[in-house]
């Protein structure tokens, strides 16, 4: 709890894997949001931990007044005192760039004409899901998702069920496929609606499974006499790719405000935690050999790098002759999640780079996918 002088109180109440962040003016709360407890992966083995902001809100009677920026602002130190690394939120456009959101996670949608798809054959059986089916769909999810930048973590004490469809307001109408044997070997997550057919997510313990979950899609929008069907799906995911045999088409929607957004609560911690996957990038590239030392300075702190011998190293110290990367901190969380490359940032206003640093930049945040399944937004 923190009272913002006499008429103005601001309070924090967790309450199961959710903390309320509510202000209250003259004794009524007229503005708050929530912090969602998450942990996303980042990485094989890297987890960092993560405020899912949502609710962001002020009565209209209230607005105007500063409500919502003191909230904001309450909520970034809550975040950093309560240990967590990242934050992200799905919010509106020219709002929460001033607390040090950017603009981190696109949106893909891939579209299929369901004609295209006659071919695909159903080789699995498909019933609704269920409780039963909880713990192996958290499995597959997991194994698919384990390097699938920003995907939330799900865990058993506390994923229970698809929580949306393609959007907010929308639910879900999750389906398994199980093999012969009766084991569950991937599931489909439909948008519950007749009005189209769109699929919010996917899940596969083998690759085996991508042709019958093509037909579960057919058949659906056949069933519904719709001739077009699309997925929320990155489309470097491997179900995306098996669907370019039967023909598709991808747009992905990168924002310049609003959307899925994202900001680094705590430099260090975050750093401290991704040193195994800066290291396991390193190896795969061939480089162990790689000597160098480098200041990342940001508007939320420094760290000095040290990488030697495919170690990573950090150390609170600087050195005056330091090579340099100084970068505001919401621009390094969009070359965290790999949202933008390094090339790209040092064209930016505020960016400078010591040149000979490029190469190596590029191995330790390569351009990626980030992405936060839709059952999983907040």
């Known amino acids: 709890m923190k009272r913002m002088g006499g008429e103005i109180e601001i309070r924090h109440e967790p309450k199961n894997g959710v903390c309320a962040i509510r202000l209250y003016y003259r004794g009524e709360h007229v503005s708050g949001l929530w912090i969602h407890r998450l942990s996303a992966h980042f990485g094989q083995s890297v987890t960092l931990r993560m405020g899912g902001i949502g609710g962001v809100g002020t009565k209209e009677e209230y607005r105007m007044r500063g409500f919502a920026r003191r909230v904001m602002e309450y909520s970034n130190r809550y975040m950093l005192e309560a240990g967590f690394d990242i934050a992200a939120l799905f919010g509106i456009r020219n709002f929460y760039e001033r607390w040090g959101y950017a603009p981190a996670l696109p949106e893909h949608r891939l579209y299929l004409n369901v004609e295209n798809l006659s071919s695909a054959r159903l080789n699995h059986s498909i019933l609704p899901f269920s409780d039963e089916h909880r713990e192996d769909v958290i499995r597959i999810y997991e194994l698919n998702n384990e390097e699938r930048c920003c995907s939330v973590v799900r865990k058993p004490d506390s994923w229970m069920w698809f929580t949306k469809g393609t959007r907010f307001g929308v639910k879900a109408d999750p389906m398994v496929l199980l093999d012969g044997s009766g084991r569950l070997c991937g599931y489909i997550s439909f948008d519950d609606t007749e009005d189209y057919t769109a699929v919010a997510e996917v899940g596969y313990s083998n690759p085996g499974v991508f042709e019958s979950i093509a037909a579960a899609i057919r058949d659906r929008a056949r069933e519904r006499g719709h001739e077009e ?66 200041l990342l300075r940001t508007d939320i ?65 390569p351009l990626m996918n980030p992405y936060i399944w839709w059952s999983d937004r907040f």
């Open 301 to 365: 702190g420094s760290l000095r790098f040290r990488i030697s011998k495919g170690a990573v190293h950090l150390e609170p110290r600087e050195k005056v002759k330091d090579k340099l990367v100084e970068i505001p901190q919401s621009k390094l969380i969009q070359l965290l999640v790999g949202y933008r490359t390094i090339d790209d940032l040092t064209l930016e206003k505020g960016v400078h780079v010591t040149p000979s640093l490029i190469p190596g930049l590029r191995l330790l945040f």
């Open 229 to 294: 069907a699309w997925l929320a799906i990155p489309p470097d995911h491997p179900f995306s790719i098996f669907l370019r045999r039967f023909g598709c088409r991808i747009t992905s929607s990168f924002n310049r405000s609003g959307g899925g957004m994202m900001r680094i609560i705590n430099l260090e911690t975050t750093f401290r935690k991704l040193v195994p996957e800066f290291e396991r990038r390193i190896k795969r590239s061939g480089m162990r050999g790689w000597e160098e030392g480098f």
